[in-house]
């Protein structure tokens, strides 16, 4: 595999997308999957599967992709379609109408500098810098206004497979293939802290909402729980059987989520620290993983090719979401919860809409979308 990587920027546009794909309007009749139908869901076929063991899995390697930055239409739900419950289904009230007429995209620029695969890429919580991850061992950090880059954070030993901004965005924490999480001032770049623990690769990490905790989770199996203040443990939990491969934490700080290899999603009780919802349905390995805004539902990404959305109380499938033609890598929501982001390795990005699940828009940026961000304000989806 080649062993580069770059940025590509796009904002809405009336023209075309300019050297990097297309983007396609959804058609009319795409529309959500329920699987508690008596209907089998159509899924789309695996193409490059990789063989699935109980004892040592391999991870999808990083990709020498582009981060695409959109500026999003109109919200409005798209000819929104009520899903009927059912005693596994819920329903979830429309919002709105209107059909909104979207534009296209338009290249804006190319930001290069990693000698290795991206894993990560992540907006700080202003806005302002864009921190990537990647396989080259190295964490850069970008100007969001300039495209420049500003620094490159030097330290760990193996490829760095995730970046999360603390609230406040002074703080940056590190997960490397070298077991260990380092935490970074920021701006600045100092290292502050290692915090080691896991006995295998950390492959996501993410900050408490109220900055005071760190959650790591590993091909260890484990989720960990760090205080950032001074980098000791916490609490470990345990639960899942396979490489835990995403870690997500709600915006009121009351539920954990995690996505594994072994196809379950588990959501945790921060009060607790105890599981309160194994939620199955992905048939293979569950990779990204998503809450929406305010903490009610949460998304799930594939193998299987599928997404998935799940309430966060009851654990039930609301949604499952079909189209892509392999496995899902990436889901974000737009900070106002109307729309889900779901990035693949078939080099499509989908915009579906919630709640009805209707597909609002198709990216085609030619290249596998290894992760996907929105901007604070909800008009660029990096």
Request: include cysteine; charge should be neutral; proline fraction near 8%.
């Amino acid at each position: 595999m080649r062993r580069f990587s770059f940025v590509l920027l796009l904002v809405m546009s009336s023209s075309v997308v300019a050297g990097c794909g297309e983007v396609t309007p959804a058609p009319t009749s795409s529309t959500p999957t329920n699987l508690t139908s008596s209907t089998p869901s159509n899924t789309p076929t695996i193409t490059q599967a990789l063989p699935v063991t109980s004892s040592s899995p391999t991870a999808a390697p990083p990709v020498p992709v582009a981060t695409t930055a959109l500026a999003l239409p109109p919200t409005a739900s798209p000819n929104p379609t009520n899903l009927p419950p059912t005693a596994t289904s819920t329903a979830i009230p429309p919002t709105a109408t209107s059909r909104p007429s979207y534009t296209y995209g338009q290249e804006l620029a190319t930001l290069r500098g990693h000698n290795g695969g991206l894993w990560a890429a992540v907006l700080s919580p202003d806005g302002k810098t864009l921190a990537t991850a990647s396989a080259d061992k190295t964490v850069k950090l970008w100007d969001w206004t300039t495209r420049q880059e500003i620094q490159t954070l030097r330290g760990h030993t193996g490829e760095v497979r995730s970046v999360a901004f603390s609230p406040d965005g002074k703080t940056l924490a590190t997960g490397s293939t070298d077991r260990t999480i380092k935490l970074w001032e920021w701006p600045g770049g100092k290292e502050l802290l290692t915090l080691r623990g896991h006995s295998d690769e950390v492959a996501a990490v993410v900050f408490s909402p109220d900055g005071k905790l760190l959650a790591s989770g590993s091909k260890d199996t484990t989720l960990r729980l760090w205080t950032v203040s001074d980098g000791q443990p916490y609490k470990t939990l345990r639960g899942h059987s396979n490489w835990i491969e995403s870690v997500v934490w709600s915006s009121d700080g009351l539920h954990l989520a995690t996505g594994s290899l072994d196809f379950t999603v588990r959501v945790w009780d921060v009060a607790t620290f105890q599981t309160s919802q194994i939620l199955r349905g992905h048939t293979n390995w569950v990779l990204p993983t998503a809450f929406s805004p305010d903490g009610k539902l949460l998304a799930s990404g594939s193998k299987d090719a599928t997404v998935r959305v799940w309430s966060v109380e009851s654990g039930k499938q609301l949604l499952n979401l079909t189209g892509h033609g392999e496995e899902v890598r990436s889901v974000a929501f737009s900070p106002d919860g109307k729309t889900l982001a779901s990035g693949s390795e078939d080099e499509t990005i989908r915009l579906w809409d919630i709640p009805s699940g209707s597909l609002r828009l198709s990216l085609q940026p030619k290249s596998s979308a290894a992760w996907l961000s929105f901007s604070p304000d909800g008009t660029t989806l990096v």
